[in-house]
T-cell receptor
Framework: AQTVTQSQPEMSVQEAETVTLSCTYD???????LFWYKQPPSRQMILVIR??????QNATENRFSVNFQKAAKSFSLKISDSQLGDAAMYFC??????????????FGTGTRLKV | DADVTQTPRNRITKTGKRIMLECSQT?????MYWYRQDPGLGLRLIYY???????NKGEISDGYSVSRQAQAKFSLSLESAIPNQTALYFC?????????????????FGPGTRLLVL
């Protein structure tokens, strides 16, 4: 099954501390993309970071970085120097090929982060 | 102005009523999606459309229908609403871009429609 699993329904972090949100996924493909989206109380879905599976280097966007372990099919999000504005629901997602050149997206169940 | 808009933002309806949720985008993207979000279940794909003539069922299409009226418009209908369709509904768009790397496209989401079926 092509699934995305977020095993932590809720996490808490103190301001200025670091927190890591976990995500694992299933895939039979070798080339795919992984995403982390943030949903604040406004309920708007906002892209946080994106990782290309064929790249070894972990993606980084300011205070947000990922730990991508392709063999383990793991894609965790690290938030450094946590701020009050980081409090939100975080969703992990991956793309799934429908046809050559077209994709749909599979989302995890989300992790609520409290700061 | 928002690139992806959804109307209405909130809606209360009764069991058995037909309702339509509308999505419009100014991003010029061909690909559009409808999701529903339920607590503890994340986002689940209802329907998706890769262009005006291409519409596909997602994971949970039963009880829903869609219409792609134009590149910029993608509507979701509940023919006969039932209480377990109470949820937050999102429209999203994406574009493959020109970089040549397939599957990389970011999805851009609308603000969501909160639907309550009584």
């Amino acid at each position: 099954a092509q699934t995305v699993t977020q095993s932590q329904p809720e996490m808490s972090v103190q301001e200025a501390e670091t927190v890591t949100l976990s995500c694992t996924y299933d895939t039979s493909e070798s080339d795919y993309y992984l995403f982390w989206y943030k949903q604040p109380p406004s309920r708007q879905m906002i892209l946080v970071i994106r990782q290309e599976a064929y790249k070894q280097q972990n993606a980084t966007e300011n205070r947000f970085s990922v730990n991508f372990q392709k063999a383990a099919k793991s894609f965790s999000l690290k938030i450094s120097d946590s701020q009050l504005g980081d409090a939100a629901m975080y969703f992990c997602a991956r793309n799934l090929r429908v046809t050559s050149g077209t994709y749909k997206y599979i989302f995890g169940t989300g992790t609520r982060l409290k700061v | 102005d928002a690139d992806v808009t959804q109307t209405p933002r909130n809606r209360i309806t009764k069991t058995g009523k037909r309702i339509m949720l509308e999505c419009s985008q100014t991003k010029g993207h061909d690909r559009m999606y409808w999701y529903r979000q339920d607590p503890g279940l994340g986002l689940r794909l209802i329907y998706y459309s890769f262009d005006v003539k291409d519409i596909n069922k997602g994971e949970i299409s039963d009880g829903y229908s869609v219409s792609r009226q134009a590149q910029a418009k993608f509507s979701l209908s509940l023919e006969s609403a039932i209480p377990n369709q109470t949820a937050l509904y999102f429209c999203a768009t994406s574009d493959p871009g020109t970089s040549g790397r397939r599957g990389q496209e970011t999805q851009y989401f609308g603000p969501g429609t909160r639907l309550l079926v009584l």
